[in-house]
């Protein structure tokens, strides 16, 4: 029989409403879906843009208020000569980089910091420190640093490295809300771009940082040379924690002279907003945060990062040892997508 185009069509035509209701069915067995396969998060990262970034948005806007943006300051309270080996990372001492070593801030200058902060329209402040762990005394000094940033009526956050669970209820009891450890990439790439502590070593401070009543906020990096494969892996390895991440950094990697990572291929910046989807499609309720590497981003390619469902950012003039968007900027954006702080404060 010859081939016609019409009779092609009218099939296409006929299993549309099937293939539809399909996809319906897909969305809503996944909608409370808890468990996540490698595979179904790489066939969501497959999937035809529009279909994906809708998905993406029903999720979000199921949780929340679409128009609102969580914004956090983050603070260096303590630089460089770091043990561990990240190989993105400025601040390792292994990573030939111009940063200046800092050694821990006094806490005056970290809670006036955190009171500028709150000033500008922050409603967190995440304090970080270049370490592979606290020792018992700089831990003490940075509780002091928690409860004073708190007693300005500002959630909390810090990362410090791996924590113990004692170290974690200490912080718990000076009144930290948030603790950043990110599993940056996933198990099967991590041993090529960290080797001083492992990928278990990540998952027992999360266990830790739960364990203490602390919410936890961990994500990733992409554009560390990952597969799609393996960037399905992260966000499966965040999805399946039990429960996921309350706040879901990802970042884009910013490359920095000096480190392991510094000629790391570019990331195709649609690759980028499809994983923010895929985080907002499978952990619905998170705050997953555009983080690293906005100050290279086009407001368009932002603005598809929120409408993929990113509805936390790093908000002021730089994050660590790298720039970050200048609030003029950021306050210029929200305005032109008629986006707002997100107003909730924890006290
Ligand atoms: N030292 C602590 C630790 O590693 O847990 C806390 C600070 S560390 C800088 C926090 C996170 O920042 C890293 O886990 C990584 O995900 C992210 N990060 C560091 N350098 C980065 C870079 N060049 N580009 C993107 N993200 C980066
Ligand atoms: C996170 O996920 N990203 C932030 C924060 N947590 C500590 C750090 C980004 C660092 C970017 C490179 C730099 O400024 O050194
Ligand atoms: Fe150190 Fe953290 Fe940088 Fe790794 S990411 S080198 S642990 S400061």
């Not at 468990?35 to 029903?58: M, N």
């Not at 000629?263 to 555009?290: C, E, G």
């Not at 368009?300 to 908000?315: D, E, M, P, T």
Request: with cysteine.
């Amino acid at each position: 029989m010859p081939f016609r185009v019409e009779d092609t069509l009218s099939n296409i035509l006929r299993a549309y409403p099937f293939m539809q209701n399909q996809t319906a069915k897909l969305a809503e067995s996944q909608a409370t879906q808890t468990h996540w396969t490698v595979e179904q998060i790489e066939t969501l990262l497959k999937l035809p843009f529009s279909d994906l970034i809708y998905r993406a948005q029903q999720v979000h806007r199921e949780h929340f208020d679409a128009n609102a943006l969580q914004l956090s300051t983050l603070l260096s309270i303590k630089t460089g000569g770091c043990s561990e080996d990240c190989g993105y990372c400025s601040q390792s001492s292994v990573n030939a980089t111009d940063v200046r070593n800092q050694k821990l801030m006094e806490v005056e200058a970290v809670v006036a910091a955190a009171r500028a902060a709150r000033a500008g329209g922050a409603t967190r402040f995440c304090m970080s420190a270049a370490w592979r762990e606290p020792c018992d005394r700089d831990l003490e000094i940075v509780a002091k640093m928690v409860s004073e940033v708190r007693a300005l009526g500002m959630e909390t956050c810090a990362t410090l490295g791996m924590l113990s669970g004692e170290h974690a209820a200490q912080l718990r009891e000076a009144g930290l809300d948030y603790y950043n450890h990110n599993l940056d990439t996933a198990p099967e790439l991590y041993g090529e771009i960290i080797t001083t502590r492992t990928y278990q070593d990540r998952l027992d401070t999360l266990e830790h940082v739960r364990s203490a009543g602390i919410s936890v906020c961990s994500g990733g990096i992409v554009g560390l040379g990952e597969n799609l494969t393996q960037r399905a892996a992260l966000i499966a390895q965040l999805a399946n924690l039990d429960p996921y991440p309350d706040s879901v950094p990802i970042n884009n990697l910013v490359k920095i002279e000096g480190t392991a990572l510094a000629d790391a291929a570019d990331l195709d910046p649609l690759d980028f907003v499809r994983t923010i989807a895929a985080a907002r499609i499978t952990m619905p309720k998170a705050y997953v945060r555009l983080s690293a590497g906005r100050q290279g981003m086009s407001d368009a390619v932002q603005a598809l990062c929120f409408l993929a469902g990113a509805n936390s950012i790093f908000y002021g003039d730089q994050l660590l040892t790298t720039g970050n968007p200048e609030i003029e900027r950021d306050r210029a954006l929200m305005g032109k997508l008629g986006m707002y702080p997100l107003a909730d404060k924890c006290c």
